[in-house]
């Protein structure tokens, strides 16, 4: 089967650094994405990793451990409009498995 | 248009109405792809065309579901017989091939919000 864990709610404090940790199960694998979707808005893709390590863009990163199931998006100097879900998804040959999102909220 | 463009974006029905979605994808973009998003819950997979090739339908939830994709471009969702179960957000992506075989984003519609009284 197939199986996406992540936290339901986040809190951090504009200017922080806030990590949001997602573990997956599958028979298949081939690439893990993290999605931002702010409230009734479509989710916007935001990183996609396929082999180990970290990939860094701007203020957001995401690692990924094929060995573990197990990956993380971290986001640097807070802001407070990235209070929005934050959704992990594992690709197989052709489609996405999401995770049910973790809702971030930046307060002042 | 730039984006992905859905149709309606909200639609109000009574239960045991027939509905149709509509979706419009990036121009070039050969895979298709429809979910369904209900309050606090992840993104469900429903069905995923890509080029010519048989749909994976998979991810339907019931033989009232069904979906085409005209010409390869265009994608209608069909509900027969609508519940109030059926009540959520649709949302449509598409993306330049599938997932597996690069690591090509899907590009998200708006969705449609699809109220079953």
């Known amino acids: 089967g197939q199986n996406i864990d992540q936290p339901t709610e986040m809190t951090a404090t504009e200017g922080a650094i806030v990590q949001i940790n997602c573990t997956y199960q599958t028979s298949g694998f081939n690439g893990l994405f993290w999605y931002q979707q702010h409230a009734g808005e479509a989710p916007t893709f935001l990183s996609y990793?396929?082999?180990?390590g970290l990939e860094e863009k701007g203020r957001f990163s995401s690692f990924l451990s094929r060995s573990k199931g197990y990956s993380y998006l971290l986001l640097k100097e807070l802001q407070m409009k990235d209070s929005a879900s934050y959704l992990c998804a594992h690709s197989g040959y052709s489609t996405l498995t999401f995770g049910k999102g973790t809702m971030l909220l930046v307060s002042p | 248009g730039a984006g992905v463009s859905q149709s309606p974006s909200n639609k109000v029905t009574e239960k045991g109405k027939d509905v149709e979605l509509r979706c419009d994808p990036i121009s070039g973009h050969t895979a298709l792809y429809w979910y369904r998003q209900s309050l606090g819950q992840g993104l469900e997979f429903l069905i995923y065309f890509q080029g010519n090739s048989a749909p994976d339908k998979s991810g339907l939830p019931s033989d009232r579901f069904s979906a085409e994709r005209t010409g390869g471009s265009v994608s209608t969702l069909t509900i027969q017989r609508t519940q109030q179960e059926d009540s959520a957000v649709y949302l449509c992506?598409?993306?330049?091939?599938?997932?597996?075989?690069?690591?090509?984003?899907?590009?998200f519609g708006d969705g449609t919000r699809l109220s079953i009284l």
């Open positions: 992506a598409s993306s330049l091939e599938g997932q597996g075989l690069g690591n090509q984003p899907q590009h």
């Open positions: 990793n396929v082999l180990d």
